[in-house]
């Protein structure tokens, strides 16, 4: 490569092959961390809408068994929260049916269903959160390695010159330094990423654990006056 051509095409383009790979492997992951971040953004979004739009009918003043009847008919389009909230409804009147009437009994099982459904929700608000973390884990070792191979490859080279001079050292140096550059280019939004998506996750969970508990106590009080079925709150 000519010691005056040193834009970062030319650098690329004159790299050697293991080190091109290897830019082309941190390109590839840095557009598919892009997209996961994309994705969980918009995601994120929504959940948080869906949710606060059931909990705002939640608390308006609807019996359970119309918020119930709904969820259950919105099934696929629901949020999260109302997920939760029809598991532990579905799983009360299964209860019911079998003549159980024990408060402890129904309240145990509905509180179950709801873990059960949170655990659930919670595996799929997490999915590709994994794949951020390993990606702004791993990104800068495998630019560096790149680094080291493209070094080890322009040093080998020098090895036949009578007379080695910065203008033919540097070419060669800076084509290995670009490898680690790209990796740093995929590694760092994917830390912002994390760390942020990690945060918003933690409240989501936060919020729908404090719901899981309200609606029990909601469960306890009604079950409590009125052993027949719990028709408000």
Do not use: C
């Amino acid at each position: 490569m000519n010691s005056q051509d040193m834009s970062i095409l030319s650098l690329v383009l004159n790299a050697s092959w293991v080190v091109q790979l290897v830019m082309l492997l941190l390109l590839a992951v840095s557009v598919a961390s892009w997209a996961a971040i994309f994705r969980k953004l918009f995601a994120l979004k929504r959940v948080k809408a869906l949710n606060e739009d059931f909990e705002r009918d939640f608390w308006s003043g609807t019996s359970l068994n119309d918020l119930y009847a709904s969820a259950t008919h919105n099934a696929k389009s629901a949020g999260p929260m109302e997920r939760i909230f029809a598991s532990g409804m579905r799983e009360y009147q299964k209860l019911r049916e079998r003549r159980i009437s024990d408060p402890g009994t129904l309240l145990d099982g509905a509180r179950r269903a709801m873990r059960a459904s949170f655990q659930r929700e919670m595996d799929v608000i997490e999915s590709s959160l994994s794949f951020l973390g390993s990606v702004a884990s791993v990104s800068p070792y495998v630019g560096l390695f790149g680094t080291v191979w493209g070094i080890m490859h322009a040093f080998t080279g020098f090895a036949g010159m009578e007379q080695v001079t910065l203008a033919t050292v540097a070419p060669g140096i800076a084509e290995a330094l670009v490898a680690t550059a790209i990796g740093l280019f995929a590694a760092i939004p994917a830390v912002i990423a994390y760390n942020r998506f990690a945060r918003d996750i933690d409240r989501v969970a936060t919020h729908q654990e404090t719901f899981i508990e309200e609606f029990s106590n909601i469960l306890q009080r009604n079950l409590g006056a009125h052993p027949a079925s719990p028709s408000g709150h």
